[in-house]
């Protein structure tokens, strides 16, 4: 209980139940044990709960974030003192969530479509042409704001809300510790999916060229690095700036991670396959030369993010899902490879950030909000709902009354209109090789709802399992979900340009 003077002292709840709860003050520990010796009910076990002053700058932000079904009123109100009630915690509203995605949504949106008029361009390039492969790079880099900038927003927002960077002492620490560990993550996670390409492209072609596989590791691992380093350093200031502004960075910040992720990464990707691929005539040396350095730059990344514990965990344990998800997003890159090198859908090519980037940005918003309430209800490996089935019903996850599925609903709702503005935006720019017919955007609207769903759904169900088997769900959910929304969304997207074509919807412009 804090008192206007700035003492603190324990506040017990005289009563198990959640309303009505009438809060006693007492000095000390010891004075309350002596009370309870005499108590017929010492036995009963009673919760002591102790704030902090540093920690009381934040109990606002937190109690915004926390769902309370059970808030006492006064008309119910049994205490004598009304000084000593504590008040409702404050509720986010379905429009105040809303009006906070809504800006850092669209913007992420039309990042997506700014990479996706860019991949339409470049398909055409030399390098896209020769080295067909580099498609298979495209989701698995472009999902790196998901394994990488996402994971990084989503456990600074979940350190920011519960007070570990109020300090700057403690800031500075989990800025320099996030940002080394995201560039070793990204070395590594680059070096791979170049690794994936050459096995998905050419293995089982039964042909192999050296210098192209030389040219793929050399530009994933460039492009990674650049990209992850860029994007850490624009996610630590929006995290930063939300706080100060007093808005939750986990409604902004996973959004603002991709309004120019995929944009900078498929530019990046683009200009430097680009350019070593014209070096690779001259100057063969290069390609292995940028590789080298950039690989021996990890050993450096390494020893700065073991110095913060958060990090530490994450550099030994955190593996798993990012290279999990760099694989499922290959395949999803498979699947464009395959696709765009078809004349009749190159149209494709224009749609696919645009899907996967809307699908990957709201899932990311839910995990990082979801997140966050566990966080803020308890430890890792107790679940603050008892009584929770292990398979969530699908109906409870978007009609329940909880703040959880209320968010799932605005993010639902929001899937609609903003790929009909993106879709506008692409068409008045004349991006793209698809003319926006009525059955085209049914088709794209049926296949962008049923992705969103699919992932929400999975959102819920994901973090949950994780917390409940004490796993962060920050470190681990949403390179999962972010990498299943590149292989659905391209999967699905594909599967449409297929039976648009069987079924004759072939405008003159596919193709052209």
Sequence with gaps: ???A?????PVIPTETRPVDCELKEVTSLTKRTEQQEGDSDADRAEVVVIKSRANAKGVLEEDALLENGSQSNDSDDTSTDQSQVLAPPLKETSFSIGLQVLVPFLL????TVGAGIVLDIVQHWTVFQEVTEVFILVPALLGLKGNLEMTLASRLSTAANIGHMDTAKEMWGMIVGNLALIQVQATVVGFLASIAAVIFGWIPEGHFKMGHAVLLCASSVATAFIA????GLIMIGVIVGARKISINPDNVATPIAASLGDLITLALLSGISGGLYKQMQANDYVNTLVCAVFVALTPIWIVIARRTPSTREVLYSGWEPVIIAMA????GGLILDKTVSDPNFAGMAVFTPVINGVGGNLVAVQASRISTYLHMSGLPGVEPQANRPKCLNPCSAFFGS???SRSARVLFLLVVPGHLVFLYTISSMQGGHTTLTSVFMAFYLTVA???VLILLYMADWMVHWMWGRGMDPDNFSIPYLTSMGDLLGTGFLALSFHILWL???????VGD
């Design 108 to 111: 992420a949106g039309f990042g």
């Design 5 to 9: 003077s700035g003492a603190v002292h």
């Design 228 to 231: 992850s380093l860029l994007l």
């Design 503 to 509: 079924i004759g919807d072939r405008d003159s412009d």
């Design 328 to 331: 499922i997003s290959s395949v």
């Design 402 to 404: 909880g703040l959880n």
């Design 1 to 3: 209980y804090h008192h």
């Design 449 to 451: 709802l049923l992705q």
